[in-house]
């Protein structure tokens, strides 16, 4: 029976679990970083695999058939990583990456750094900060006061000077975006373009109150991959190669 590595830590990695286990023999991966993570039906392993070389050797020893890659569309390292080996061990390998959202009227940026560099220009001084723990950084010396949301705790070491630390975790509902966004008196709001439903409610309540979104855009994906961007579709791709 064909034995299935599924990259996770998403919905979307969720949802595929659910597809396909246990009629096909799938193992999970979460990276570990959050206490407490929903985790998907069947076998789930925790933790990094230790670079290339450790995923290349979890790979041949677990006697892993096929990849598919379902992390989060910024989890470059892991995606870049997992290409890298899949082509030399000449493994299936699919990238499940959900749908982008359209920027619309947003200001699309590169990175967080040049989201940080876009608040400073457009003289932006009480931002919501959505783009997650490993976002901070580039703020560190903003003059700017963030709202920070993050699912843990971003370190003390990159926080800027005035900022106050919301932790949660999606799905997120209009309402209560609407009502951070009018409590804080949010003149901007940046966001990763993560895509998908999750998360998107701040969008639309950021565009009801006219209020300018910085578009952090996706790393790009390694070349020559096959992408899908429907959960149904990785699972036919993983039946096609059962
Ligand atoms: P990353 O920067 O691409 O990966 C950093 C390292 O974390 C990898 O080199 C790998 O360690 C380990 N890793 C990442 N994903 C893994 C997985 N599914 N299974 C085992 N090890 C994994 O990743 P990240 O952006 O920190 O994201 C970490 C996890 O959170 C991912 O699973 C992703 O799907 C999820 N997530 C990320 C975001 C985001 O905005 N980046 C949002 C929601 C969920 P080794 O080199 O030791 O193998």
Redesign the pocket.
């Known amino acids: 029976m064909t034995r299935v590595l ?5 919905a979307e ?1 969720r949802a595929l679990a659910e597809a396909l286990h246990p009629r096909i023999d799938i193992i ?7 206490p407490g993570p929903a985790l998907p039906v069947g076998p789930v ?8 070389d ?2 290349r050797q979890w790979l041949t020893a677990e006697n892993i058939d096929a990849v598919v ?13 997992a290409a890298k080996v899949c082509a030399e061990l000449r493994l299936p390998h699919l990238v499940l990456a959900r749908p982008p959202w359209d920027p619309g009227e947003a200001t699309v940026v590169a990175s967080d750094t040049e989201a940080a560099e876009t608040v400073k220009q457009q003289g932006y001084s009480r931002v919501f900060l959505t ?2 723990r ?2 901070v950084k580039a703020f560190a010396d903003s003059d700017a006061w963030l709202l920070i949301r993050a ?1 843990t705790a971003p370190d003390a070491a990159v926080l800027p000077r005035r900022h106050q630390i919301l932790l949660s975790r999606g799905p997120y509902r209009y309402d209560d975006e609407l009502a951070i966004l009018r409590e804080h008196r949010i003149d901007a709001l940046v966001t ?1 373009n ?1 895509g998908g439903d999750m998360t998107r409610a701040k969008l639309n309540a950021a565009g009801a109150l006219h209020i300018p979104i910085l578009m952090v855009a996706r790393p790009p994906l390694p070349s020559g991959i096959t992408t899908v961007g429907a959960v149904q579709e990785a699972a036919d791709w993983v039946v096609a190669h059962g």
């Open positions: 599924v990259l996770g830590g998403t990695a999970s991966s979460l990276a570990g970083r959050v392993r925790i933790g990094g695999f230790g670079g290339v450790g995923l890659d379902a992390t989060h569309p910024f989890a470059a390292t892991m995606t870049a990583h783009t997650g490993s976002g699912v990763k993560s």
